[in-house]
């Protein structure tokens, strides 16, 4: 088939992928699966490339499951296109099997809507310091997630042992209730304990508040006089989970300092932190978000893909309706929407713009996310030009 034009598309998998490649007319000319290793997926290449003269290839996924076959098609200087997981989902529906899903079936429909849609994005290769930010923020965020779930099954056990406690302990927001519990856990121990005692074991693990714990933790033991069925349990797993707790913020707390170090060597890092609300954590998931931000565009572009632009929702003679995407970057979302936020409280001209927005009858979610669409373009404009953030200069008005 010297000559002729391929279309390859790829079902990524974690051990094997599927390559199904199709030729102008969209005839199957190869489909076979291949080994995620070096050695299998160089073969699959030459195999499928020795088919034709020009090869345009497409992939479903972008994960570290995928990591392997695109840094070889990278390295060979090979673009790729990308089609969504949920696109292919939506495709295979049209085609022959109806809703029965296969690998090879899907490696199909991906050849084929590459064939057919030329508007797919190209991929583009992410430098190592963008990979390593998504890697360590995707790390803090599983640690996060887990010290959540850990904190709740902590409630659950200290109901076990004393309801009164469980209620008065701020184990989300002051980490001084994971220290005192990691050590006394029964109302009885508490009490003879005394606040005195609590106090100083709390400020000597640099405890703040300490005394206001220690305090609480007292007054809740001291109306429970009765011992609950089971207690002895209870209590040395409440402890266990506490400790749970204090070694998860620890983790989190590394994994801040090492993606702060990472962050700060990206030559945009101090232009996307100079924007108020956006410090390194939000500025970190913000790059690991977009990769290369030199690839935005513009910064409607960037609004669309943090899903902060209506659509049109345009029917008959029904013109003019917009509706909320469904289809953008949760994670950019969230990036821009937590940054409006900090802003709206601590950024008094970003305050005044909420409060406008608010006045003008916008619910309070409404308003943060017409805050956020503005420093869309401020966030925009200060990447494109490399430059800080200064509140007497133009971006400060159109922030506020």
């Known amino acids: 088939m010297t000559g002729s034009h391929l279309w390859a598309g790829i079902d990524v998998g974690k051990e094997h992928h599927w390559i199904c490649v199709l030729d102008d007319s969209g005839t199957v000319v190869l489909s076979r699966r291949f080994t995620n290793d070096e050695a299998a997926i160089t073969s699959a290449i030459a195999e499928t490339e020795s088919l034709g003269d020009r090869v345009s290839w497409t992939v479903d996924l972008t994960t570290v499951y995928a ?4 840094t070889i098609l990278a390295n060979a200087g090979t673009p790729v296109r990308y089609l969504s997981g949920r696109s292919v989902w939506q495709a295979s529906t049209v085609y022959r099997g109806g809703e029965a899903k296969t690998d090879a079936k899907d490696a199909r429909v991906i050849a084929d809507q590459s064939r057919m849609r030329p508007d797919l994005p190209v991929l583009h290769p992410d430098d190592e310091l ?6 360590l923020t995707g790390h803090r965020a599983d640690l996060v997630a887990d010290r959540t779930r850990t904190i709740n099954r902590l409630r659950q ?15 989300s927001s002051d980490r001084g209730w994971a220290v005192l519990l990691a050590r006394y856990q029964r109302p009885r121990t508490i009490r003879r304990a005394g606040a005195a005692r609590l106090t100083t074991m709390l400020a000597g693990a640099g405890v703040r508040n300490a005394e206001s714990i220690a305090r609480a933790a007292v007054a809740a033991a001291k109306a429970q006089t009765v011992r609950l069925p089971g207690e002895d349990v209870a209590a040395e797993l409440v402890a266990e989970l506490a400790q749970g707790v204090i070694d998860l913020d620890a983790r989190v707390r590394a994994a801040d300092a090492a993606i702060e170090v990472r962050f700060r060597l990206h030559p945009l890092a101090e232009a996307i932190v100079s924007l108020p609300g956006m410090g390194f954590r939000l500025g970190a998931e913000f790059l690991s978000a977009v990769g290369d931000p030199a690839l935005i565009g513009s910064a409607d ?9 209506p659509r049109p929702k345009d029917s008959g003679k029904r013109t003019g309706r917009l ?11 969230r990036v ?9 409280r601590c950024d008094p001209e970003s305050h005044a713009y909420h409060q406008r927005k608010r006045a003008e009858g916008k619910r309070p979610i409404q308003a943060t996310i017409c805050l956020a669409r503005r420093r869309v373009d401020v966030l925009y404009a200060l990447i494109r030009d490399n430059r800080v953030w200064q509140p007497a200069g133009p971006d400060a008005a159109v922030a506020a």
């Open 130 to 135: 963008i990979r390593e930010l998504q890697m």
């Open 157 to 171: 056990q200290l109901v076990a042992v004393c309801p009164g406690l469980e209620r008065v302990a701020q184990l």
């Open 301 to 309: 572009r960037l609004a669309a893909w943090a899903g902060l632009a």
């Open 67 to 70: 990591t392997l076959l695109l």
């Open 336 to 344: 821009m929407y937590m940054s409006a936020l900090t802003a709206a």
């Open 323 to 333: 509706h909320t995407p469904q289809r953008y970057s949760r994670r950019l979302h």
